[in-house]
């Protein structure tokens, strides 16, 4: 919560209601940008990125993997949560506690108080790799928000409402944001235009994504 004191706002991190039940904490990931690229690193050298063939057939343009006891997987038979990493045959790597923290403190920032993910998917983007205009609802309790971390090159995130159908707006996400997405922005359709292509000074021609998740 903001403090009053002598009439003033003690700043908190800002807050940015991006529509009900979606707060974007701008930067708020930045100052554990070091630690979380190297816990990536780690993760990646256990579970690597690899691009997940959706039931249809296509293959995605966004490298994926997964730390958590749980992992997103798609292939030919569908989407699911498996603890198992198909490539390897082992458990995914387990969830780095600053990871975790980051997240709970990010949903508890946004009003969801004791968040608890069992899942973290790993999204990385190369220019010209997008994400289709889709809803999260693989996970059991929906009532759960999800929180995404952005980080390296900056996107253009597409919000929609609850039809395929409905507008989107468009939202600039750029290295360090995080965003809370609960309540009634739960299950609205979303997706990431194409990459641009650029450089940025930690991760190169790169955006990496995390979404926290409670799955099960
Ligand atoms: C709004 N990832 O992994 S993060 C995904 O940037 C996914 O990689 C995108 O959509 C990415 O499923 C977007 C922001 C996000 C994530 C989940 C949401 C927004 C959401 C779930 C419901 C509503
Ligand atoms: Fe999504």
Sequence with gaps: MTDLFD???????????????????RGFAQPHATELLAAIEAIAAQAPFRRMITPGGHQMSVAMTNCGSVGWVTDRSGYRYDPVDPDSGQRWPAMPPLLRQLAEQAASEAGFAAFAPDACL????????????????????????????????????????LKRSDKTQRYRLAHGDVVVWGGPARLAFHGVAPLA???????????????????R
Excluded: W
Aim: proline share 8%.
């Design 197 to 215: 292509d650029g450089e940025h000074a930690r991760l190169g021609r790169r955006r990496i994504n995390l979404t926290f998740r409670r799955a």
């Design 7 to 25: 009439g003033f706002e003690i700043a908190g991190p800002a807050r940015e209601p991006l529509a009900p039940g979606a707060v974007l904490l």
């Design 122 to 161: 790993i999204n990385c983007y190369e220019p010209g790799a997008k994400m289709s205009l889709h809803q999260d609802r693989d996970e059991r309790d929906v009532g759960a928000p999800i929180v995404s971390v952005s980080l390296g090159l900056p996107a253009t995130f597409l919000f929609g409402g």
